[in-house]
């Protein structure tokens, strides 16, 4: 089943058709097939995780999850640093620092009072390079 499924979704995510959004539960279940005889299929994986970037209303935690431990399966290969950077940023900075998601637009960035070093800056003057500027004054 993998192998007929291949070909076809090779010839999906061709061009501009990558990206179009009508797609994605197809790929979705691919993820799924791949899983279950393992197989593997970098592109139709990455074009799953940049079509979640582009559309994160319809991000699956589980279908990512699969995505990741597929490209896991790969070491040494470089596909799971490929696979973790289209993952969006949002969700790196609120686990980060521990914002919370109020809803799909708006995140609350809590107090970072506690972050915030303040510098105490102290200038040493030499009074022998300012004396003529201040005799100048007077």
Same mark, same amino acid.
């Given at each position: %089943?993998? =192998?007929? %499924?291949?070909? *076809?979704?090779?010839? %999906?995510?061709?061009?501009? =058709?990558?990206?179009?959004?009508? !797609?994605l539960? @197809?790929?979705?279940?691919?993820?799924?097939?791949?899983?279950?005889?393992?197989?593997?299929?970098?592109?139709?994986?990455? &074009?799953?995780? +940049? #079509?979640?970037?582009?559309?994160?209303?319809?991000?699956? $935690?589980?279908v990512?999850?699969?995505? #990741? #431990?597929?490209?896991? @399966? $790969?070491?040494? !290969? &470089?596909?799971?640093?490929?696979?973790?950077?289209?993952?969006?940023?949002?969700? !790196?900075?609120? +686990?980060?620092?521990?914002?919370?998601?109020? *809803?799909?637009?708006?995140?609350?960035?809590? $107090?970072?009072? =506690?972050?915030?070093? &303040?510098?105490?800056?102290?200038?040493?003057?030499?009074?022998?390079?300012?004396?003529?500027? %201040?005799?100048?004054?007077?």
């Open positions: %089943m993998v =192998e007929a %499924m291949r070909q *076809s979704i090779a010839d %999906m995510i061709k061009g501009i =058709e990558r990206y179009n959004p009508v !797609h539960p @197809t790929l979705e279940q691919y993820v799924d097939v791949q899983t279950r005889e393992n197989a593997y299929d970098l592109e139709a994986n990455l &074009t799953v995780l +940049k #079509l979640y970037q582009l559309n994160p209303q319809s991000f699956k $935690n589980d990512t999850a699969q995505i #990741l #431990l597929k490209a896991l @399966t $790969n070491l040494p !290969h &470089t596909d799971f640093v490929l696979c973790k950077c289209l993952l969006s940023e949002k969700i !790196h900075w609120v +686990k980060k620092y521990g914002w919370q998601e109020q *809803s799909k637009n708006v995140i609350f960035i809590a $107090n970072q009072d =506690e972050n915030i070093k &303040t510098k105490n800056i102290t200038e040493k003057i030499d009074f022998e390079n300012v004396a003529g500027l %201040m005799a100048a004054c007077l």
